[in-house]
């Protein structure tokens, strides 16, 4: 069974960083992709990042450049570099796992919320003027 543990949240000024991790277990690595989401305060939920089974990455274009998607199979531990917080940045992030399919290729990730099956419970990322 998949479980997904996200920490490292919490309150920051502008420019400031956070760096978010999500404890995962239950499955292999290298037959799922997995992905950052976040949901701003009224808004939907917004893939940010996601990291194929390869490695492979892809950000959505409002962090580009400013968060880092990365995976450390020995800890099991998905994270999220944030650098240059702005208010824009604040709502409730979660982590998420997807089984790849025999026909999708190693270096595929998805950021689309409707791709995925398993999902954490989120922690709140807060970022002041």
């Known amino acids: 069974q998949v479980q997904l543990v996200e920490s490292g949240g919490g309150s920051v000024q502008t420019g400031g960083s956070l760096k978010l991790a999500c404890a995962a277990s239950g499955f292999t690595y290298r037959d799922y992709y997995l992905a950052w989401f976040r949901q701003g305060p009224q808004k939907g939920r917004e893939g940010v990042a996601c990291?194929?089974?390869?490695?492979?990455?892809k950000y959505a274009d409002s962090v580009q450049g400013r968060f880092t998607i990365s995976l450390d199979n020995v800890e099991k531990t998905l994270y999220l570099q944030i650098n240059g917080l702005s208010p824009e940045d604040t709502g409730m992030y979660y982590c998420?796992?997807?089984?790849?399919?025999?026909?999708?290729?190693?270096?595929?990730?998805?950021?689309?919320?409707?791709?995925?099956?398993?999902w954490g419970q989120g922690t709140q990322v807060t970022v002041s003027s």
């Open positions: 998420a796992a997807r089984r790849r399919s025999p026909y999708t290729s190693s270096w595929f990730c998805s950021r689309a919320s409707s791709d995925f099956e398993s």
């Open positions: 990291i194929a089974s390869d490695g492979s990455t």
